[in-house]
């Protein structure tokens, strides 16, 4: 079965400094991998996604994602942190099998909140 | 919201009384899906529409039903409201099956059962 794991409840970074939210995966085939963020009171809005190629996919608002195979993982990481970017992100894995579906597998979502 | 409109916005109501969500599109997506939002459970997917008409489960669908009679609207039902239905319900909308394409999401709509 498909499942998506993100193992920090909360991320905590001072504005300025490097941020990584974590995320590891479990799909058979070929993993499509997507971040999505959501601010208070908000629906999600997509960051970026994975689908083949360049291992390091780059996505909006200054986000990056690196995907290892061999690690199973997909890390979004944003070199300098802004107060703005405190938000709950989620990692979101697309499920395999049903030719008619485009389902994704959500994890659990990281409060990532940026200290000044 | 990409053309993604939910109502109501926010419904209290009590147990045992059916209750429509409804989720509007303009951007002419064949894929709708129905989410609920829970502390601790990310989103769960309730039930998703690949056309007119065409709908399927999703991994907690019991106590839901949903109706697709237009491409731009996707209906989800609670039957007959539980208080573990309480919950933030989100309604989502992507282009087309093969390719890995991204889903877009309404502002949601949060629902109380008394």
Known sequence: AQSVAQPEDQVNVAEGNPLTVKCTYSVSGNPYLFWYVQYPNRGLQFLLKYITGDNLVKGSYGFEAEFNKSQTSFHLKKPSALVSDSALYFCAVRASGGYNTDKLIFGTGTRLQVFP | ?114
Not at chain 2, 22 to 48: A, K, S, V
Request: charged residues 20%.
């Open chain 2, 1 to 114: 919201d990409a053309g993604i409109t939910q109502s109501p916005r926010h419904k209290v109501t009590e147990t045992g009384t059916p209750v429509t969500l409804r989720c509007h599109q303009t951007e002419n997506h064949r894929y709708m899906y129905w989410y609920r939002q829970d502390p601790g459970h990310g989103l769960r997917l309730i039930h998703y529409s690949y056309g007119v008409k065409d709908t399927d489960k999703g991994e907690v669908s019991d106590g839901y039903s949903v109706s697709r009679s237009k491409t731009e609207d996707f209906l989800l039902t609670l039957e007959s409201a539980t208080s573990s239905q309480t919950s933030v319900y989100f309604c989502a909308i992507s282009e087309s099956t093969g390719l890995p394409y991204e889903q877009y999401f309404g502002p949601g709509t949060r629902l109380t059962v008394t």
